[in-house]
């Protein structure tokens, strides 16, 4: 028998009717986070463009083509490979260049070769081909030439607020709780979201966004911890996974609605109201009993699991009393129960507690190195799918429905093997794969592919499971402080990885060279790391650091039949 609050799910269910409303309703919201993560994708998309044309157009020539009007030219264009030359009912003939326009001095004859003098003019404005996007906020503030770094800052920008919101409302959630935390950010997520749709220039939209970052990072934080702590063992390894199914969803979301919208701020409103029916009930969700019973606050904890119970048709009778952990040796106080407040004073805790001895330093350092490494090797994989040509629509679908095998591929593994031997495995397979692309010859693309596939699924799988073997490591108190952290790091390597991609200017598999090795030696440290199988979650630092290490004799009957009971499930 489970000791301790874990013993509510044997007693009340791993995963009955209670935690699976609460379960699908609080993922549901994760899809708007994986939406607006991914959006920039088409919000700052660049078309083709030219320098702004003169007036009166009546012939124009690329290369071997012959047309009368600018518009027809896009079909044939080729950003750097040569001028469109257009001539005017004047007789005056220009080179029209992405950035600079030049004009022809004493030309007779319209041909697209010309030997003789130019004069250079800058560009007082942009032509853009409208075919693909109608409108994006690079064609709106012509965000291209020497303003085409503020396009490019557009997605590090975002990223760097969901660093900040990971590590903000990971401590918030631990201090106030996870549920005010959940309504919070979703309800930002929805005025954040409709508000950059109506932004009017590039320096409010980057800061409106910046705030959407903070709040989306903060709701997919705790709403892993949230579910986590709703879930018995038996299925939290399916439960946290599949979090990462719903942020999948949200990318599957953005492709199809990019595809039908091509207009930003009409894309931008239609992604933020797909999720707003969650704003209709998160109003309802309870706190989690660990939060209410790590607080003290007794009396909220007991009439949570009476409604667990009445909503899983069971008698409510476990008691509060009976969840406490016998090592603390304090029993629940039927007086003090009114006012709802812990009889011992609560010790605040911040992120120095993860590195609190050397045993907890090496498994935070390890922890965080997993997520920098899943992130980075994530965005890395994605930034460079842009290669793989074909139409941009179906490749970012594939790009999200190619993550959930991986996940469920990953949950077999992990409730079999263990945490620690399916994410050291993946991170040293993505390691050796992203190794060996650099071997294959540029003309064998089909190997290549095959090599990044692989390489991404191995990353997703050990950055998919990071986030429940991360909540497992740690205890109650200090848990979303260690997810938000993690999250944190995650984004230190989003953040980097379109720097990342800009090394392949030097060589093109340099990129994958710094991933692969980085997985490799991060998938070795990973082996040192405990295994959380069949564990229950703690509440203590005492209790985390003694994972991994040798049972007390009184102890190992207990964690033999969990051990068991887990297997079998």
């Not at 709701?219 to 946290?240: A, D, H, M, N, Q």
Request: charged share 15%; aromatic share 12%; proline share 4%.
């Amino acid at each position: 028998m489970t000791t301790g609050v874990e013993r509510l799910f044997d007693e009340l269910g791993h995963f009955k009717r209670f935690q699976a409303c609460l379960y699908f309703a609080a993922i549901f919201q994760a899809i708007s986070c994986g939406i607006h993560y991914l959006a920039s994708v088409f919000l700052v998309e660049t078309p083709k463009f030219l320098c702004d044309a003169p007036s009166n157009i009546t012939d124009v020539l690329y290369r071997n083509h012959s047309l009368t009007s600018l518009a027809d030219v896009w079909t044939y264009y080729r950003p750097g490979d040569g001028p469109v030359v257009v001539r005017t009912a004047g007789g005056d003939q220009w080179e029209l260049s992405p950035c600079l326009k030049m004009l022809r001095l004493d030309a007779i004859n319209f041909q697209y070769e010309f030997f003789g003098n130019k004069t250079v003019e800058s560009c007082g404005g942009f032509v853009y081909d409208h075919s693909e996007v109608e409108q994006s906020i690079v064609t709106d503030w012509d965000l291209v030439c020497e303003k085409e770094w503020l396009a490019k800052l557009t997605q590090p920008t975002f990223m760097l607020g969901v660093l900040i919101g990971a590590l903000v409302f990971g401590d918030v959630a631990d201090r106030i709780g996870r549920r005010p935390i959940l309504m919070a950010t979703s309800l930002c997520q929805f005025l954040f979201g409709v508000t950059v749709a109506f932004t009017g220039n590039y320096y409010l939209f980057v800061l409106i966004r910046f705030l959407l970052a903070m709040v989306s990072s903060g709701y997919l934080v705790v709403v892993f911890v949230y579910v986590t702590e709703f879930t018995g063992i038996k299925v939290r390894t399916w439960t946290s996974m599949h979090v990462h199914a719903a942020f999948a969803v949200g990318i599957m979301v953005v492709a199809l609605v990019g595809y039908l919208v091509r207009v930003w701020w009409i894309y931008q409103i239609i992604l933020t109201l797909s999720t707003s029916p969650f704003l209709l009930y998160c109003w309802k969700f309870p706190e989690t009993p660990f939060y209410l019973m790590a607080k003290g606050r007794y009396k909220e904890a007991q009439e949570l699991l009476d409604t667990m119970a009445y909503f899983n048709g069971l008698p409510p009778t476990l008691k509060v009393s009976e969840l406490k952990d016998e090592c603390d040796g304090a029993l629940l106080n039927d007086n003090n129960q009114e006012d709802g407040r812990a009889v011992e004073v609560e010790k605040r805790l911040s992120i120095l507690d993860m590195f609190g001895s050397l045993k907890m330093a090496g498994r935070s350092a390890t922890c965080w190195a997993i997520w920098f490494i899943g992130s980075l090797g994530y965005y890395v994989f994605s930034l460079g799918s842009v290669n793989l040509g074909g139409n941009q629509y179906i490749n970012l679908f594939l790009a999200g429905a190619v993550e959930v095998p991986s996940y469920l591929i990953g949950c077999f593994a992990m409730d079999r093997v263990g945490r620690k031997k399916t994410c050291a495995p993946a991170l040293l397979l993505g390691g050796v794969a992203c190794m060996l692309i650099i071997v294959v010859p540029q003309d064998i693309e089909i190997l290549a592919l095959v090599l990044s596939m692989t390489g991404k699924f191995a990353i997703a799988i050990a950055f998919g499971l990071i986030y429940l073997y991360t909540c497992e490591l740690y205890p109650t108190i200090i848990r979303s402080l260690a997810v938000g952290s993690g999250s944190m790091m995650c984004r230190v390597g989003s953040v980097m990885a379109p720097f990342c991609v800009y090394l392949a200017d030097i060589w093109i598999y340099l990129p994958q060279l710094i991933v692969g090795i980085l997985a490799f030696i991060i998938g070795i440290l990973t082996l040192f790391l405990p295994e959380t199988l069949g564990q229950p979650l703690t509440s203590t630092l005492e209790e985390a650091e003694a994972l991994g290490s040798k049972p007390n004799t009184k102890n190992t009957a207990v964690d033999v039949l969990e051990m068991n009971k887990s297997t079998k499930a």
